[in-house]
């Protein structure tokens, strides 16, 4: 289902050094058109519809139209991004209303640190089968092998 | 368009792709660096908080063994992949990963990617290998992490590369990667010392069933072009299993994930008359021994009995989504409370990772708990991470590795130097996302050791660097020579655009290589006419033409998925078997082969003389 945006809602991120969608899109299809300083969907046609523009737009300005050669019209699937859940209004083409909440992360953005309690690298173990972080996280004493065949 | 500035990078340890594997690779390089203070750069031609097939999030781990609550071994994993790639797999690289994969499972849950949990606090299963995750943010979570871990300066986005450098003076060495900006007319050549591919699978080489904008809507990435067989297949890396495909059942239209359903809901597929396929179809797997007799039925298997039973006139076929649900809702007693949690479940499913899916049934107005959904097979792709097993033939672990699978380094290739993992390495299937990182964390180690005992500088020549950049830039040359032609760009006797030599190449492959439209049918005629016409093609490659930078990432684009496609014929010819009814047919060779036929089937091409040379790889059998 190709996004599209909505001109009453799209300011072109004017604030930012590019469009957030422009910067998100796996796939460069969401375009800054500057004839009108707004962005649109320049290839609807590889669009997998992964929301990735529709969740990052600062002004919730793109939303999804099912493809056109498949999906009836009349419904529509909106996502209200937090930082620890989402929250996902289905509206059927009959008008009904499905909403769910899911959790999306436990701890805070920016907050990982990769390496913590780990060993420094040891470059005597470069040739070893031991990935960094094994003693935290393997969950088992020792790392399995077998015999070479 | 005006010619290109370059900027040269150079670096110890080059990772190409930012999806799963990349940043597998560089948070275990960025570590084992440190210690040797190496450069460890990244490049991903999007942007690596949503980039490769993880970027919109999934409902699954589809690879964890559950050691520390003693649930599987990782030999009993090796067993089950055997099984399901009907007795063809690398053991020892899916052994190293089911060993390892739990520690990186671990690792997400402590970085913040919320499991679902039973009551005793283990991570709720779906199936035997496969556990439930509210993974909307998997990627973002990942990309953080790789993030840190590398350090801003030295990931480069929206960068796409397109050739891999070998040493001038030592072409069996990688000596780095050109590629250019997606934004800004930059080319950018990368000095590397290693160099790991660890981009995609490759998916729009075949038509798909849907036509106009549905394009798009396909069930793996379309943004997972093959850059990762081009640039190792004209490296002159040794690949394998490329005649293998991935063709998956899945809901119809809107390709949303059925493993839950399958698993966990516990639905089935029946067809329109209410037959279980499964049953009706159950002698069929006696022409497949002895993998036919095995538990659980090989996925291309059971796409088999589908098949038939399409031939036979049954259809539409579906998931009982409905039966699923109801049966649920009885045995929870019809208690509200439980029965919207069951439902959050089952649309969770497929707003976590496939939301067209979810999208499709609000627009049909399909409650699934009322409606079953038909189910299709998908068009073929080519990936190493799923229920199949194209890519590299790469060495495998020290300790285990048999002496045919060992040359040095852990997931290096036959190029010195350039390691690979993910979708991009041979024979280790059903990794999927947690084991695809994983395996990205081996070649990161193997790299930093690569470094550590080959510390020279590898040669970079620059007369080879201008022809690259000549060559890079040729679509926009092409389309300003014959512009004046026409009054209207698309139709130019001169020259074709990306997009229309893609849908040229999805027909041809889906015509002559064994495409759905083909009913996965193809056989040497075929093969070679097929192969007359991508002669005609390639030289029409020649005249892609570009006027913007997107577009330009779209020419070369159809030239991953045009290597890929020369690679997957070469292979479906050579392979004189049927291995793997319901991914494809050899119409003139119908059966499995046991005899002649239970080994590897390896190329490597020769840019320089334009020729394939074939080979037989052994399997050997690591776990009893």
């Known amino acids: 289902m190709p996004t599209y945006v909505n001109p009453d809602k799209c300011d072109g991120c004017k604030a930012l050094g590019q469009p957030a969608c422009h910067y998100i899109c796996p796939t460069d299809i969401m375009q800054l058109d500057k004839a009108i300083g707004k962005a649109f969907n320049s290839e609807p046609d590889l669009c997998w519809e992964c929301y990735s523009c529709v969740k990052t737009c600062p002004q919730s300005a793109i939303a999804m139209r099912g493809y056109g050669d498949v999906v009836p019209l009349g419904a529509s699937l909106t996502p209200l991004r937090g930082t620890d859940s989402i929250l996902w209004t289905v509206k059927f083409r009959d008008g009904q209303i499905k909403r769910f909440k899911y959790p999306i992360r436990t701890t805070p953005w920016g907050s990982i640190e990769p390496y913590a309690g780990y060993p420094q690298a040891n470059p005597a173990e470069l040739k070893g089968q031991e990935l960094c972080g094994q003693g935290k996280f393997l969950g088992v004493p020792n790392l399995p092998t077998v015999a070479r065949a | 368009m005006v010619q290109p500035e370059v900027e040269v990078v150079e670096c110890d340890v080059l990772i190409l792709g930012g999806g799963m594997a990349g940043c597998g690779a560089a948070y275990e390089a960025a570590y084992w660096a440190k210690s040797k203070n190496l450069r460890v750069v990244m490049v991903e031609k999007g942007a690596v908080e949503r980039s490769g097939a993880v970027a919109m999030g999934l409902s699954a781990i589809n690879c964890y063994m559950g050691m520390k609550w003693g649930e599987n071994q990782p030999e009993d994993f090796v067993r089950y992949v055997r099984q399901d790639l009907m007795g063809l797999s690398r053991e020892d690289l899916v052994y190293d990963i089911a060993r390892h994969v739990d520690s990186t499972v671990h690792m997400f849950e402590d970085w913040g990617l919320p499991f679902f949990k039973t009551p005793e606090g283990r991570y709720k299963r779906e199936g035997r290998w496969q556990v439930m995750i509210h993974g909307e943010s998997y990627k973002p979570i990942v990309a953080e992490a790789a993030k840190k871990a590398l350090g801003e300066g030295n990931i480069y986005e929206r960068v796409f590369v397109s050739h891999l450098l070998t040493d001038s003076k030592d072409p069996g060495r990688i000596s780095g990667a050109v590629g250019f900006s997606v934004r800004e007319p930059k080319v950018y050549v990368f000095k590397a010392k290693a160099v790991i591919a660890a981009a995609g699978g490759a998916t729009g080489v075949f038509r798909p069933h849907a036509v106009g904008e549905g394009l798009g809507r396909i069930w793996y990435a379309p943004w997972n072009t093959g850059s990762v067989y081009k640039l190792m297949i004209m490296a002159g890396a040794e690949m394998s299993q490329f005649e293998h495909r991935l063709v998956v059942t899945r809901f119809k239209d809107g390709y949303g994930p059925v493993g839950m359903w399958f698993l966990l809901f516990k639905a089935v597929l029946k067809n329109a008359y209410g037959e279980l ?38 259809g539409p076929h579906y998931l009982r989504t409905d039966e699923a649900l109801q049966k649920m809702f009885s045995d929870v007693q019809h208690d509200p409370k439980k029965m919207r949690e069951i439902e959050s479940d089952a649309w969770e499913d497929f707003l976590d990772m496939t939301m067209s899916q979810a999208l499709l049934w609000a627009s049909e107005n399909t409650d699934p708990a009322k409606t079953p959904s038909e189910v299709v097979l998908t068009e073929p792709y080519l990936m190493g991470s799923h229920a199949s097993a194209t890519g590299a033939w790469v060495s495998g672990p020290e300790d285990l590795a048999p002496s045919e699978y060992f040359w040095g380094y852990n997931r290096m290739t036959t190029v010195r130097g350039l390691f690979a993992a993910g979708d991009g390495v041979s024979g280790s299937a059903h990794k999927f996302s947690s084991g695809s990182y994983t395996e990205g964390r081996f070649a990161g180690k193997a790299a930093v050791a690569y470094v550590h005992d080959n510390p020279d500088t590898p040669n970079v020549d620059s007369g080879r660097i201008e022809d690259i950049k000549k060559e890079l830039w040729r679509p926009f040359e092409v389309f300003e020579k014959a512009a004046g032609t026409s009054t209207k760009p698309d139709i130019n006797p001169n020259y074709v655009f990306p997009k229309q030599a893609l849908l040229r190449l999805q027909k041809i492959m889906d015509e002559y290589a064994a495409g759905q439209g083909a009913f996965f049918i193809t056989n040497e005629p075929t093969l070679l006419r097929g192969m007359e016409l991508m002669a005609l093609f390639k030289q029409d490659l020649e005249k892609m033409a570009a006027t913007d930078l997107h577009d330009l990432l779209r020419c ?8 890929c496609a020369q690679a997957h014929m070469q292979h ?19 059966k499995l082969d046991d005899q002649n036929w239970k080994c590897f089937v390896n190329s490597r091409y020769d840019p320089a003389k334009n020729e394939w040379t074939m080979s037989k790889k052994p399997y050997i059998q690591v776990i009893p």
Request: proline share 9%; no cysteine; charged share 30%.
């Open chain 2, 572 to 590: 479906l010819l050579y392979r004189q078997e049927t291995r793997w009814p319901g991914y494809y047919y050899r119409g003139d060779y119908p």
């Open chain 2, 277 to 314: 396929v499964e049953e009706k179809w159950a002698d069929l797997l006696k022409e497949w021994l002895p993998y036919g007799a095995g538990k659980p039925i090989p996925t291309p298997l059971r796409n088999h009995q589908l098949i038939r039973d399409i031939m036979a006139g049954k």
């Open chain 2, 556 to 563: 070369w684009e159809v030239w991953d998925r045009f290597w």
